[in-house]
C-alpha cells in the first residue's frame, strides 16, 4: 500500500507544479502581451510598466483569456489602435509562445 501512496503523492507533486509552471508562463505573457498593447498605444515606459501589471492583474477576474482578451480590445480601441479581436488573439498566441520560450530558456 505504500507504493501506491507514495506514487499518488508523486502525481499529486508533479500536478501541482505542472500548474505552478503554467501560472508562471501565463503571467509572462500576460506582462509580454501589455507591453506590446501599450507599445501600440505610444504610452511611456512608465505608463508602460503600470499598464502591463495591470494586464496581468485583469487574468484574475474571470477564468480563461476572455477577461485578458477584453480589456486589451477595449483599451486598444479607445486608444484609436485599428485592431480586431482576431488581431488580439493572435497577439495572445505570439506572445504565450515567446513567454515559454524565455521560461526554458531560463531554466536551461
Known sequence: MTTF???ERAFEAKF???EDLQFRITARRNRLLGNWAAEQMGLTPAETDSYAKSVVQADFEEAGDED???KLLGDLVSAGVQIDELGVR??????????R????????
Not at 493572435?90 to 513567454?99: F, H, I, Q, S, T
Not at 520560450?101 to 536551461?108: C, F, G, L, M, S
Open 5 to 7: 501512496n507514495d506514487r
Open 16 to 18: 501541482a507544479a505542472d
Open 68 to 70: 485578458v482578451i477584453r
Open 90 to 99: 493572435a497577439a495572445l498566441e505570439a506572445k504565450m509562445v515567446e513567454a
Open 101 to 108: 520560450r524565455q521560461y526554458i530558456e531560463e531554466a536551461n
